[in-house]
């Protein structure tokens, strides 16, 4: 009862808040509604849009598909099994998941969708545009604009054909620190959980961290703040080719080194952000010794682990080789991907069978040790 009660006067406020927005008296909304949704609300008021207006939710053409999903591919290659796994922890909620590509389009979906219910069947689809422009303000056109976590409670969508919805959404940025998509929560007419926007962040993350290992690299560094020794979710990821380039990190990472999103034909090289040796790094990922205290450029120190994972361009040398030439050799005795399916089967040997464990050690998610382990061979 007092969940009722609490919900009512939330929809409330909402409802006030709608009024004065369409009165354009913005400036008293005051705490009623956070300020992005007023201003979202105020972009679709000079699109021409009206909040009585229906809702199309159109797919785009066949054509254009073929072009997002052919973009969109690592993205929805690096979520699947992160989205498998979140599938199970809204199963009894009555909350699906989406995935968009940055411009609102639907590239995957997963969970409980109740396909006999019209409301859940018109966005639960791939190639349904769901941007700001075609179905106003909502969880998936405000992350993909404000590029933080956000939750959309009912009339807080900006056409009232959609106050049926409450959602979660979280971008989703790829490699090179630019923004590549989003993921969404949505339920329809259910019990208002905020609590969502912390999962779905938890699970943006993890595509990230699972799509950075994915690329090619020779090194990845686990980075964090001395006293908090790498090994989660939590933790900067970094990956390095060969040469100490930096070929990708995660978002953590870049706010940890100040690192801004890759522009085309620019590279960054490890010795441009750490004041040490970069060669160090590959020596210390080679002898396992564990995480060290690395000096930055700007004066602070971070914890760095430093990981060969198999993934990369050079193929993995014998531990006593020195730096130097341990980058320049060519010799390969078998396929990357099978390096790469033996160092994790012996890790997880290492850590008896904990999965866990032997994910944390490699700088992996549990998800991509069951699927590098349960692929065929060849």
Request: overall charge positive; aromatic content about 4%; some cysteine.
């Amino acid at each position: 009862m007092p969940q009722t009660s609490l919900s009512g006067d939330r929809l409330e406020r909402i409802a006030q808040a709608r009024q004065l927005v369409l009165q354009g008296r913005t400036e008293t909304v005051g705490a009623r509604i956070p300020p992005w949704i007023a201003q979202s609300w105020q972009r679709c008021l000079g699109m021409g849009l009206q909040p009585d207006q229906a809702v199309d939710f159109e797919a785009i053409s066949a054509q254009h598909m073929r072009r997002v999903q052919e973009a969109s591919r690592p993205l929805v290659q690096a979520a699947q099994p992160v989205l498998a796994e979140l599938a199970r922890a809204i199963a009894d909620i009555r909350y699906f998941a989406i995935l968009t590509n940055v411009q609102g389009i639907v590239v995957d979906v997963h969970g409980p969708v109740d396909r006999q219910d019209r409301r859940a069947g018109v966005i639960a689809r791939v190639g349904v545009d769901l941007s700001e422009k075609a179905v106003g303000t909502t969880a998936i056109s405000a992350a993909l604009t404000e590029l933080q976590p956000v939750w959309l409670h009912r009339g807080e969508h900006f056409f009232q054909n959609n106050s049926v919805y409450s959602c979660a959404g979280a971008p989703v940025f790829g490699p090179d620190g630019l923004c590549a998509g989003m993921l969404d929560l949505t339920g329809i007419e259910t019990t208002e959980r905020p609590a969502l926007k912390h999962l779905v962040r938890r699970s943006a993350r993890s595509i990230e961290n699972s799509w950075l290992l994915s690329t090619a690299h020779a090194l990845v560094l686990r980075l964090n703040w001395p006293g908090n020794q790498p090994g989660d979710d939590s933790d900067g990821l970094l990956t390095m080719d060969s040469n100490g380039l930096i070929v990708g990190a995660n978002p953590t990472a870049r706010q940890m080194l100040s690192l801004s999103p890759a522009t085309h034909g620019q590279t960054l090289h490890a010795s441009d952000v750490f004041a040490s040796s970069w060669e160090s790094l590959f020596d210390a990922a080679s002898r396992q010794s564990g995480a060290q205290e690395l000096p930055l450029w700007s004066g602070l120190r971070l914890q760095t682990l430093a990981l060969r994972t198999g993934n990369g361009a050079q193929p993995q040398t014998p531990a006593r080789q020195p730096a130097a030439q341990m980058h320049s050799t060519g010799l390969a005795s078998k396929p990357l991907k099978d390096v790469q399916t033996d160092m994790i089967r012996e890790a997880v040997n290492k850590a008896r069978g904990n999965v866990a464990e032997a994910a944390r050690a490699l700088g992996i998610s549990r998800a991509t040790v069951y699927r590098k382990l349960s692929a065929p061979k060849g």
